[in-house]
């Protein structure tokens, strides 16, 4: 785990990350920016579990450790999503031809 300094990772957004997403509209880097800026940032999600097994979610949510598509590297953060995916309504091993 390690954390950049904010003249570190203004010179990182501005002369690597900023460009790539720069076809984007001002609030939607805005959401990239929020999601990265001052977040510990850990090199495998590996190592980012068992410091999510001793903070505390917020009611309501659950913590996870999610890919930056700004930096590249783990960050934890909360979320609303459920921890399981929802089971489909649709089987994904039946054929549609079958269903006919």
Not at 63 to 76: D, E, F, V
Not at 80 to 91: E, F, G, H, L
Request: include cysteine; charge should be positive; glycine fraction near 4%.
């Amino acid at each position: 785990m390690r954390t950049r300094t904010n003249a570190e990772w203004q010179t990182l957004y501005h002369t690597r990350w900023k460009a790539p997403f720069a076809h984007l509209p001002k609030h939607v880097r805005a959401k990239l920016v929020r999601g990265c800026i001052g977040k510990a940032v850990y090199d495998s999600v590996e190592e980012a579990l068992p410091v999510i097994a001793e903070m505390p979610a917020r009611p309501g949510m659950y913590l996870k450790a999610y890919s930056c598509p700004l930096c590249g590297c783990i960050h934890i953060g909360n979320s609303r999503t459920p921890n399981t995916m929802p089971q489909r309504a649709i089987d994904p091993n039946k054929s549609i031809d079958a269903a006919s």
